[in-house]
């Protein structure tokens, strides 16, 4: 073998032990951490165990930075779903992506209405409203949007029956009051689709 192939070949076995011995010393430092393990047991199940008397053992047959090691495990506690909450193996909640989602909301739907009759949407627990448009309301109606500072605004649905708002600040509720139709003898009509920011999570983010 030429002198440089040579010379090549034993830097490259250099490096290789040297990243062996880097491997076994992280190795190392994971068993001696003192944070619960995971033990599974081909024939007794799974424990959640913490490992004592740790040492490692040179591989000399293979005459490189390989070792075994050997460990006692203690159980520390059961293999429950609460257990692997509670010692960090699990992370609670489920990961999620805030996503831009659309509702629409019929005001003849009864569910909309409160003990008074008036119509009364809150999406406060979603976030908030982003923007809304309001369609097929009779002209000149009244409703009232108030946002998550705690201040209201009042808005006049227009001639053509719509209204539409996109503003800087979230909205909260929209409340409709059942009064003004009482003496004209109608009901409320229209619908709103509302635009807003929701955590959108699949079955793949709970696994």
């Known amino acids: 073998m030429p002198e440089n192939g040579d010379r090549d070949w034993h830097m490259f076995s250099d490096e290789n032990i040297a990243?062996?011995?880097?491997?076994?010393?992280?190795?190392?430092?994971?068993?001696?951490?003192?944070?619960?393990k995971l033990f599974k047991s081909p024939y007794?199940?799974?424990?959640?165990?913490?490992l004592l008397n740790n040492s490692l053992t040179p591989v000399k047959e293979l005459g490189r930075m390989l070792h075994s090691f050997q460990s006692q495990a203690y159980e520390i506690a059961e293999c429950t779903y609460e257990n692997l909450v509670a010692y960090g193996f699990i992370k609670t909640g489920f990961p999620s992506d805030y996503v831009g989602l659309f509702k629409t909301y019929k005001l003849t739907d009864p569910s909309l209405f409160d003990s008074d009759g008036n119509v009364d949407i809150i999406?406060?627990?979603?976030?908030?409203?982003?923007?809304f448009v309001i369609q097929d309301m009779w002209p000149g109606d009244i409703?009232?949007?108030?946002?998550?500072?705690?201040?209201?605004?009042?808005?006049?649905?227009?001639?053509?029956?719509?209204?539409?708002?996109?503003?800087?600040?979230?909205?909260?509720?929209?409340?409709?009051?059942?009064?003004?139709y009482e003496k004209i003898h109608r009901n409320i009509i229209g619908t709103i689709n509302c635009y807003y920011y929701g955590a959108r999570i699949t079955a793949f983010d709970a696994i």
């Open 19 to 36: 990243l062996e011995r880097e491997f076994k010393m992280n190795v190392l430092e994971w068993l001696n951490n003192g944070k619960p």
């Open 123 to 131: 999406e406060a627990d979603n976030g908030g409203i982003v923007s």
């Open 44 to 50: 007794e199940g799974n424990f959640i165990v913490r």
């Open 143 to 180: 409703a009232y949007i108030t946002f998550f500072d705690g201040t209201t605004e009042e808005i006049m649905i227009g001639i053509t029956g719509s209204y539409t708002y996109v503003g800087d600040k979230k909205v909260s509720r929209i409340f409709i009051p059942q009064y003004q």
